[in-house]
């Protein structure tokens, strides 16, 4: 496959490690000894991803084209297409325990419900999921029989996916599974005790979500910050979004499956090749912003047919890091500042107490940046960030004080007698 095909994907996506030649090769051979590892040490399935690819109509290009699109999205040489494909293939003997907390099930739901499966959906619904509430026939006994077999078979070699928050609120009795009433705090720390790895997907489980936002009833906790409070280590990863991207979930364990090793992270555990850049930078509306030309309301038919910026309607891009403008959804048709709606910040912690409200721009009042509590590198980004509001109401301030004067220009001269009278 020639890299030139690509040169647009690679041109759109972040690369947060450019490569020299030698740590390509030694990138490379580092992927073909875990690989390889892998390959003999994990349990094996009766399915396989290139049968499910066959059953789905999804050629072997097709597949390989996706392969390189996701090592462009990684940040990877395009010559690791074929390793991708490689480590896809085995991703699907990864045992995994996902595990449903105080959530919508929105996540489950929006990566699988999908009628016409891309490689990524299919990845998701093969992956060897030992144990899942939404997908599996068992319940009752039965599934807490699954879920205590899953643990002690793969015990330290299995991934935990947690969706949803965790409620402390009534000693934990917000929330109870399973027929014995065990609380959902009980089980998060059974599960994560004795994990490789534990990943959030979605909001709720990364930092709490929409039931942590204010006045938090139950007393929910996202789940990093529950294994924080109970002194349980175990390396986490956060992949926030509502619902979160099933690329950026294949993705990171694709990494996993490549390196044996967790994506590099930010300050809030999210992997920064997924992460790493606000939605404000690569969106397609960016031109508007940068001439001052803005979708005024939601009347504002001009503004919206010829798709100016939607920061004065809301769009939380400028304060929002995600790739969604990138990956996109729905096998990449699109995403929801390409359609007209501004984005509400939903991979920022606490975005709905502190972007709310949606349809108002976070500007017009005072945006308070997390800093001070934890000067990382990247809070202090985020305190930049805060700037940046400053800047953008000096930016829409000077563009209304310009229309303004412009206006007021007009207005005068068509007042002025005509010359010579
Ligand atoms: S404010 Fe929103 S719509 Fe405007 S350029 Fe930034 S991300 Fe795009
Ligand atoms: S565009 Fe913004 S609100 Fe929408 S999914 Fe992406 S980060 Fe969340």
């Not at 789940?223 to 109970?230: P, T």
């Not at 979004?241 to 809030?268: H, K």
């Not at 004065?312 to 929002?320: D, E, Q």
Request: charged share 20%.
């Amino acid at each position: 496959m020639s890299e030139r095909a690509f040169e647009g994907l690679y041109e759109d996506t972040p690369r947060i490690r450019p490569l020299s030649p030698e740590s390509a090769q030694q990138l490379a051979e580092e992927a073909d000894r875990h690989l390889a590892h892998l390959e003999r040490t994990l349990p094996e399935r009766e399915v396989s991803l290139s049968a499910a690819l066959r059953k789905n109509g999804i050629s072997r290009r097709e597949f390989l084209k996706w392969s390189a699109f996701m090592a462009a999205t990684l940040g990877l040489p395009p010559s690791f297409d074929t390793r991708i494909a490689r480590a896809a293939e085995l991703s699907v003997r990864l045992p995994i325990i996902w595990q449903e907390l105080q959530s919508c099930t929105g996540n489950s739901e929006a990566l699988l419900r999908n009628s016409n499966p891309s490689v990524d959906t299919l990845i998701l619904e093969l992956l060897s999921i030992e144990y899942a509430e939404v997908l599996m026939a068992a319940a009752g006994y039965q599934a807490e029989e699954v879920l205590e077999q899953a643990i002690q078979r793969y015990k330290g070699q299995y991934i935990a996916v947690f969706e949803g928050s965790v409620p402390l609120g009534l000693e934990g009795r917000y929330l109870t599974i399973g027929p014995h009433g065990t609380t959902g705090v009980e089980i998060v720390k059974k599960i994560a005790k004795n994990a490789l790895a534990v990943i959030n997907a979605g909001t709720c489980a990364a930092y709490g979500g929409i039931p942590m936002a204010a006045p938090n009833p139950t007393s929910a906790l996202g789940v990093q910050d529950f294994l924080r409070k109970e002194r349980i280590r175990v390396p986490v990863i956060n992949l926030p979004g509502c619902p979160v991207n099933s690329v950026n979930i294949v993705g990171t364990i694709l990494e996993y499956v490549l390196f044996g090793r967790i994506p590099q992270l930010d300050a809030y555990n999210r992997p920064l090749w997924a992460y790493g850049q606000r939605i404000h930078d690569k969106c397609e509306r960016r031109g508007h912003f940068d001439a001052g030309e803005f979708v005024e309301g939601w009347s504002d038919l001009k503004g919206l047919k010829e798709g100016y910026c939607l920061y004065k309607v809301g769009c939380k891009g400028p304060f929002t890091f995600n790739n969604c403008g990138v990956v996109r959804f729905n096998q990449g048709t699109s995403w929801p500042v390409q359609v007209g709606r501004g984005c509400i910040g939903c991979s920022e912690p606490g975005f709905w107490d502190r972007l709310t409200p949606f349809e108002a721009p976070v500007a017009y009042r005072v945006y308070q940046p997390p800093i001070l509590n934890d000067a990382t590198a990247d809070r202090l980004g985020r305190w930049a960030l805060g700037l940046a509001g400053v800047g953008i109401v000096a930016h829409a301030a000077m563009t209304a004080l310009k229309a303004f004067l412009e206006r007021k220009e007009e207005v005068t001269k068509s007042q002025e007698p005509p010359k010579g009278e």
